[in-house]
């Protein structure tokens, strides 16, 4: 069967990349195997846990029943929510990446039947839309839009809904080579090609999606009218004379769905925090596609933004509970919204910009974004949830939606969704592939494996990262091969939290990074934030790069008000915060000297394995991603600085 997925995949493979696309291919899953303690048991709590769960919640809640009784294969009425559809179709692909990744046949199965019943909904056009199939015209609110596409540039979700079936399709034929389910995505594009278009109908879509959908049909088909739709909907937005907005809304400008001016002209990251990240996202992908010089630097311009003045420093963004939306520059407060989904487009997006250009700031963010906002968002069990992430808790406030701690499912349960089809594409981020360049990205013990002119290359990469900074790389190949090997030196390891100035490290008696290639001193001369060891590579070469995991204080950019003489801590790529659990005085509120020395202990049995930070007063401090799995109580990232000395240090 390994072979016969092999064979299905270099088949489907062959139109999935033009000339001109990403100059930088990432590893894929097939290529990457992770051995490690950390994200393999993640990776194993998604495919026997996280995945199956979230199904059974989606047959449970009627998300599923909603395709049968629009197919007519069950009696029954519409239940939920208009776009729960998409839910369904975004855990489908992190289901086919678990199929990509080691054939089930169960699965494959299950996959099979919710594809007959996603058929049997979609109507004779190609149309795919529950709620309407089931309720007729003349049920729908405006929410859900009166006629179809009615309502699509405010709040319906049709084109959202069929965004996620797009990715959820192709992830589906690459895994199995099957096409029963990329036949109902292409069957659709058809029918929003031929009623969306430069002489058709005109809309901006509310929530975006779509874009980064119809690029995957692209490259999936070779068909250019599926890219030349995602365009046509990205150009679509900020066009004045066909806007109608409540007058209700704060963002009545349309800023709330980044609809207030032509993307080429955004500058600032406004608005819902999720869709204009996917936008940004699929401008990424345009770009790649066509060149678009305006697309890209107005993405340069917001990630600009977003990562000097709105970017939380455990990698979170969208500050605000009104709108889950970006706040105003600087406005960053502790009880942050910081939705899950908001941290996985982050991680979508900052990939994109290092595939577009090699630099290793992007990827940089994207970890800590990684380790610091999406992980919190899933407990450890895989089957509880958090939607909004803050960064202060009194153990009581129950800002979760309700509860005061990780959620079994949600009303609108897109977070959960969200991490079902992200922890499974994991190890689409840890390597990357440029012509003769390998790009090691992220640190974990793996192995990957490359083709660089016609000749195998195996990469071994054993580290007990992120607990320890000892990262060796070891090449394995038949005969000598020129390439370059580009290691990540991360930004935290260079005294840089952030690429711009929102955060910076208290001043330390810095440990450089060290590098030795086969046992010997190496000098490290970075070029866009990698060092690149170009040679002739032998069997059994070996780097070994040092990255020092030194426990770092960092201070807010002084705008940041609400921060204001306040210290955070970080050890390697992960914030930390203390808990009462461990601090039973609490942890509200408390100063904290900024001289105050902290022991990091490996604790093997406690939160799966944790390096726990001891100060010799008893004060104690845990990984932020691992917070809220013990007894109830308060939590905090940043503490009042106790050193009035350092407070002057962090108003330079
Ligand atoms: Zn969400």
Redesign the pocket.
């Known amino acids: 069967m390994l072979l016969l997925l092999l064979v299905a995949f270099t088949s489907c493979t062959k139109n999935q990349r033009s000339e001109n696309d990403y100059p930088i291919l990432p590893a894929s899953p097939q290529q990457v195997e992770l051995r490690d303690q950390f994200w393999t048991k993640r990776m194993a709590t998604s495919r026997k846990v996280t995945v199956p769960y979230c199904f059974a919640k989606c047959e449970e809640t009627h998300r599923i029943a909603n395709f049968e009784v629009a197919g007519g294969l069950l009696e029954g009425t519409f239940e939920g929510i208009r776009y729960n559809d998409s839910d369904v179709f975004k855990i489908m692909e992190g289901a086919a990446y678990l199929l990509q990744q080691e054939y089930d046949p169960e699965l494959d199965k299950y996959l099979d039947d919710l594809i007959f019943k996603i058929a049997a909904a979609q109507e004779d056009d190609g149309y795919l839309y529950t709620i309407r199939t089931i309720k007729g015209d003349s049920a729908m609110t405006m929410r859900e839009g009166k006629q179809r596409w009615s309502e699509v540039r405010n709040h319906s979700h049709e084109l959202y809904n069929m965004g996620h079936m797009y990715e959820a399709a192709v992830a589906h034929f690459n895994a199995t080579g099957k096409r029963n389910f990329l036949e109902i995505a292409l069957k659709n594009a058809d029918l929003i090609a031929s009623v969306y278009g430069p002489d058709k109908r005109h809309d901006a879509p509310g929530h975006q999606e779509i874009e980064i959908g119809l690029v995957k049909l692209y490259r999936t088909t070779g068909k250019k009218k599926y890219l030349d739709l995602a365009r046509f909907f990205l150009d679509e937005r900020g066009k004045s004379d066909i806007r109608n907005y409540a007058s209700s809304s704060p963002w009545e400008n349309g800023a709330y769905w980044q609809d207030h001016k032509p993307v080429t002209e955004q500058d600032e990251a406004v608005g819902h925090a999720?869709r204009a990240v996917y936008m940004y996202s699929g401008m990424a992908d345009v770009a790649a596609l066509d060149g678009n010089q305006q697309y890209i630097d107005a993405i340069h311009r917001i990630w600009e933004n977003v990562t000097g003045k709105k970017y939380y420093i455990t990698g979170g963004i969208g500050a605000l509970y009104e709108g889950e939306a970006f706040g105003e520059n600087y406005q960053l407060p502790n009880r942050a919204y910081n939705?899950?989904?908001a941290a996985i487009a982050n991680v979508f997006w900052n990939h994109r910009m290092f595939l577009m250009s090699g630099e290793s700031k992007y990827i940089d963010v994207l970890e800590r974004s990684l380790y610091n906002a999406v992980l919190p968002g899933i407990s450890f069990e895989g089957n509880t949830f958090f939607?909004p992430n803050v960064l202060e808790h009194d153990g009581n406030d129950p800002f979760n939606q309700g509860a005061a701690n990780r959620k079994p499912w949600f009303d609108c349960s897109?977070?959960p969704a969200?991490l079902a089809r992200f922890i499974p594409a994991l190890p689409n981020y840890f390597y990357a592939q440029a012509g003769d360049e390998i790009f090691v990205n992220l640190y974990a013990a793996s192995t990957a494996s490359f083709n660089i002119r016609k000749r195998d290359i195996h990469i071994e990469q054993h580290t007990k990262y992120p607990w320890e900074g000892n990262i060796r790389v070891v090449v394995s190949i038949d005969n000598p091969v020129d390439f370059t090997l580009k290691l990540r030196i991360p930004g935290w390891a260079q005294n840089k939290p952030v690429p711009g100035d929102l955060y910076s490290y208290l001043p330390e008696n810095e440990i450089p990074v060290r590098l030795f290639i086969n046992h010997e001193p190496a000098d490290i001369d970075t070029v866009k934030g990698y060092v690149a060891l170009t040679r002739t590579w032998k069997q059994g070469d070996e780097v070994e790069l040092v990255l020092p995991m030194a426990v770092r204080k960092v201070v807010p950019n002084i705008q940041i008000t609400e921060l204001t003489g306040k210290v955070a801590i970080e050890r390697g790529p992960l914030v930390y915060c203390a808990e009462q659990a461990d601090n039973p005085a609490g942890v509200l509120n408390k100063p904290r000297d900024t001289g105050t020395t902290f022991q990091a202990v490996f604790e093997p049995n406690l939160l799966q394995g944790i390096v726990k930070l001891k100060a010799a007063d008893g004060f104690s401090m845990i990984p932020y991603y691992s917070w809220s799995h013990r007894t109830p109580g308060e939590m905090a990232v940043w503490f009042p600085e106790a050193s009035s000395k350092m407070a002057e240090k962090s108003q330079l």
Request: with cysteine.
């Open positions: 999720v939705e899950t989904c939607y897109c977070c969200n």
